[in-house]
């Protein structure tokens, strides 16, 4: 075994300690979270690692590094998660690799992410990103619609084909009621995901949390939590 696939499968196995311990706390099954690993700035390699580790969702927030990336991966039994605020001009390449876009927030993306899917012939999970510092129907600092404008956008994306809703995401706000309250930010996710579910039912999933605060998104309910340095290390900083 490589340094690298020792130093990442430690780090997994941690992750995996956190998760289940906090899945137990909360009475929940481990299989009702899964792990997200988000690998921006790190090499194919450590993707190709994270599978061979038994790792089958992996996230991206930059078109510019997941697409050459993906491409050098598409051998691997992988479901790509794109994760980051995403424009209009990038839709084509990211349905190109993405199963999934989280970060779904205004109705213009919708149009073009359901043009693009349709010309491909794929079928695209979207998550609506909710901002929760950001007012009833503000947008967030780094994206998001506030919590009044889930409904419409939900109802729009479930409309357009090629597109699958699948659920809700939000990042814990750095501004505004909730921050510096992680858990009470999940939990307003979590009834906004029952609502949701009432004219939605199969979109169930909720994404949240990540390496500082994975342990309050399991105990509020999340299905999905997104983790990157807590598994990969202490990102590289970007020249």
Known sequence: MTDRKAQLAANLAQVEERIASACAAAGRE???????VVTKT????????????????????????????AAECADLPLRWHFVGQLQTNKVRS??????????VDRSKLVTSLSSAAVRAERELGCLIQVALDAGENGRGERGGVG??????????????PGLRLEGLMTVAPLTGPYADRQQAAFERLMDLSTDLRRAHPAANMVSAGMSA????????????VRVGTAVLGVRPRLG
């Open 30 to 36: 481990r299989e009702e979270v899964t792990l997200i």
């Open 213 to 224: 605060d994975l342990e309050q998104a399991v105990a509020a309910g999340a299905t999905h």
């Open 147 to 160: 919590p009044g404008g889930i409904e419409e956008l939900a109802a729009i994306v479930a409309d357009s």
């Open 42 to 69: 790190y090499p194919a390699s450590d993707v190709r690692i994270l599978s061979e580790l038994g790792v089958r969702d992996v996230a991206e927030n930059r078109d510019q590094d997941a697409a050459p990336k």
């Open 94 to 103: 990211v349905v190109g690799y993405a199963d999934v876009v989280q970060s």
